[in-house]
């Protein structure tokens, strides 16, 4: 099955300043790889996507980049605010199935 | 997310009973998910449905059991097999396997 893996575990950084989040996937037939957003004791938001066919995407301050060759992808927020504080998941498809990232927290510092 | 509701928000049970979680959703969804999450852990799939009278295990679905007579509804039950039962479980919905999966509020069951 697919094995997602996610770096780094917790983030720290100062409001403004840009925070990324990187991925790897183990099986070469994943073709959609979404981002969710959870903050504390709430329900997983989806944040953004991207599927196979699209090297790169973007909405406002996020954006994501897939290497299917390297087999990793990238969550990339710039401008970071407080509100961006929470923990982020990366997962990837296969065979009708989401397999997620251990998931990174992000503390975002005024 | 909103349409996908979960009951309830906390659920406390002795250890060897069984427990059944409520997932509804009037989303008009075909695909419907749970799944357990653990601190400092990702989401881990228990059972997924593609459609009614329909499902299939997940990654971790022993100690688990679930039904989906209805499209709207996929309870889970927490069977007494199920050796480390305490974590946040998490429903999800979507039209079909392929597209965004959109999560209820969540069910925290604590068994002691």
């Known amino acids: 099955g697919e094995n997602v893996e996610q770096h780094p575990s917790t983030l720290s950084v100062q409001e403004g300043d840009s925070a990324v989040i990187k991925c790897t996937y183990s099986?070469?037939?994943?073709?959609?790889f979404p981002w969710y957003k959870q903050e504390l004791g709430k329900r997983p938001q989806l944040i953004i996507d991207?599927?196979?066919?699209?090297g790169e995407k973007k909405d406002q301050r996020i954006a994501v980049t897939l290497n299917k060759t390297a087999k990793h992808f990238s969550l990339h927020i710039t401008e970071t605010q407080p509100e961006d504080s929470a923990v982020y998941f990366c997962?990837?498809?296969?065979?009708?199935?989401?397999?997620f990232g251990a998931g990174t927290t992000v503390t975002v510092r005024a | 997310d909103g349409g996908i509701t979960q009951s309830p928000k906390y659920l406390f049970r002795k250890e060897g009973q069984n427990v059944t979680l409520s997932c509804e959703q009037n989303?008009?969804?075909?695909?419907m998910y749970w799944y357990r999450q653990d601190p400092g852990q990702g989401l881990r799939l228990i059972y997924y449905?593609?459609?009614?009278?329909?499902?299939q295990k997940g990654d971790i679905a022993e100690g688990y059991s679930v039904s989906r007579e209805k499209k709207e509804s996929f309870p889970l039950t927490v069977t007494s097999a199920q050796k480390n039962p305490t974590a946040f479980y998490l429903c999800?919905?979507?039209?079909?396997?392929?597209?965004?999966?959109?999560f209820g509020p969540g069910t925290r069951l604590t068994v002691t």
């Open positions: 999800a919905s979507s039209i079909e396997t392929s597209s965004e999966q959109y």
């Open positions: 099986d070469s037939a994943s073709n959609y």
């Open positions: 449905s593609q459609i009614v009278n329909d499902f």
């Open positions: 989303l008009n969804h075909d695909a």
């Open positions: 991207i599927r196979s066919n699209v």
């Open positions: 997962a990837a498809r296969s065979d009708y199935k989401l397999s």
